[in-house]
């Protein structure tokens, strides 16, 4: 169990700075579209009103849509991995949680079951959702969410 808690720690730590490199990002591409200084309005009116620097409307017109789907795209990418740590944080919660005296009594399996079914019973996962989208699991008859944490996160695979 703690070589699980390491990896969710250290998951929880690459997935917290792939999100700051996000967002930092987002600033950046905030900044280029305020440099650009092109609204979308503005360009679609210069298009239909061609003047000398009507090719360099097109031109700018051409970044910020990229700079547009590239902002979407990070964005999803931020919501996805926030999602992620809060799934990571909620496992880790429980995972941590101080021992009860009589669980050291207890085989190492039967305390790997009654931590899984306190991560089960927290909400934090749905397994149908994750044996309908990886028939794999499935197909091994695996506990989804013991699939989860010992190989799905690490393969990146989603959680629902």
């Known amino acids: 169990m703690a070589s699980h808690l390491n990896r969710l720690r250290k998951i929880v730590a690459a997935r917290?700075?792939?999100i700051k490199a996000q967002a930092q990002s987002l600033g950046e591409l905030d900044d280029m579209?305020?440099?650009?200084?092109a609204s979308p309005a503005r360009l679609s009116a210069a298009s239909q009103h061609p003047t000398p620097s009507a090719e360099t409307d097109r031109e700018?017109?051409?970044q910020l849509a990229a700079?547009?789907?590239?902002l979407r795209t990070t964005e999803e990418?931020?919501?996805l991995h926030r999602s992620l740590a809060k799934l990571l944080q909620?496992?880790?919660?429980?995972l941590a949680a101080p021992e009860r005296w009589w669980l050291l009594l207890l085989p190492g399996f039967l305390v790997r079951r009654i931590k899984y079914d306190r991560l089960r019973n927290k909400g934090l996962f749905d397994a149908r959702l994750y044996a309908q989208r990886y028939p794999d699991v499935a197909r091994a008859k695996a506990d989804p969410l013991?699939?989860?944490?010992s190989h799905g996160?690490?393969?990146?695979?989603l959680r629902t």
């Open 33 to 37: 579209i305020a440099r650009l200084g």
């Open 67 to 70: 700079l547009q789907r590239q």
């Open 77 to 79: 990418d931020v919501s």
């Open 146 to 149: 013991q699939h989860y944490v």
């Open 153 to 157: 996160l690490e393969e990146g695979r």
């Open 60 to 62: 700018a017109r051409a």
């Open 90 to 94: 909620g496992m880790l919660q429980v």
């Open 16 to 18: 917290d700075a792939t």
